[in-house]
């Protein structure tokens, strides 16, 4: 992450590319129902329709209509630590990233999801989540995704790509 793209999606808001937190996910001692919060976003994100990465800015508040104000956190996570949270409850590996991102006197933490192939659920119950529920981020809300939205996730990644003529 650099500054500029940090600045401009200060700028945007919640979608299904873009989620604000103002405070940290609770992770350290937290309970299997505060943690299935995190673990929630990280596989909505991975599993939404879109084009671009994804991202997750804590420590910022939405202000719609305007400038998103950077408030920062105290609090970070440490990457591999969620990895291998997130990553031993999926069926399969899901590719994400946490960084400490430093912002004038303040330091916000960062999650970033790559577009990938899916979908991703959880190979059993979890706190508030339940095994083999796709959840997928629409809009700026998160939701179980519906048998036919789970079934194109597999015919988009099935499907050869068209071959461009310049």
């Given at each position: 992450?650099?500054?500029?793209?940090?600045?401009?999606?200060?700028?945007?808001?919640?979608?299904?590319?873009?989620?604000?937190?103002?405070?940290?996910?609770?992770?350290?001692?937290?309970?299997?129902?505060?943690?299935?919060?995190?673990?929630?976003?990280?596989?909505?994100?991975?599993?939404?329709?879109?084009?671009?990465?994804?991202?997750?800015?804590?420590?910022?508040?939405?202000?719609?209509?305007?400038?998103?104000?950077?408030?920062?956190?105290t609090k970070?996570?440490?990457?591999?630590?969620?990895?291998?949270?997130?990553?031993?409850?999926?069926?399969?590996?899901?590719?994400?990233s946490y960084?400490?991102?430093?912002f004038g006197?303040?330091?916000?933490?960062?999650?970033?999801?790559?577009?990938?192939?899916?979908?991703?659920?959880?190979?059993?119950?979890?706190?508030?989540?339940?095994?083999?529920?796709?959840?997928?981020?629409?809009?700026?809300?998160?939701?179980?995704?519906?048998?036919?939205?789970?079934?194109?996730?597999?015919?988009?990644?099935?499907?050869?790509?068209?071959?461009?003529?310049?």
């Amino acid at each position: 992450m650099d500054v500029q793209l940090f600045e401009s999606l200060l700028y945007r808001g919640e979608s299904e590319t873009l989620d604000f937190k103002v405070d940290q996910y609770s992770f350290e001692k937290a309970t299997d129902e505060e943690k299935s919060e995190l673990l929630k976003d990280i596989l909505a994100f991975a599993n939404a329709w879109r084009d671009s990465d994804a991202h997750i800015l804590i420590g910022v508040q939405e202000n719609r209509g305007t400038k998103a104000a950077v408030l920062g956190v105290t609090k970070q996570l440490e990457d591999h630590a969620v990895h291998e949270f997130v990553n031993g409850k999926t069926q399969k590996p899901v590719t994400f990233s946490y960084e400490v991102f430093p912002f004038g006197a303040m330091q916000c933490g960062i999650i970033q999801v790559p577009v990938q192939e899916r979908p991703f659920y959880l190979r059993k119950d979890f706190g508030r989540l339940k095994a083999n529920e796709v959840y997928i981020r629409r809009g700026s809300a998160t939701g179980k995704a519906t048998p036919d939205e789970i079934a194109d996730m597999g015919k988009r990644l099935s499907t050869p790509p068209v071959p461009a003529f310049i």
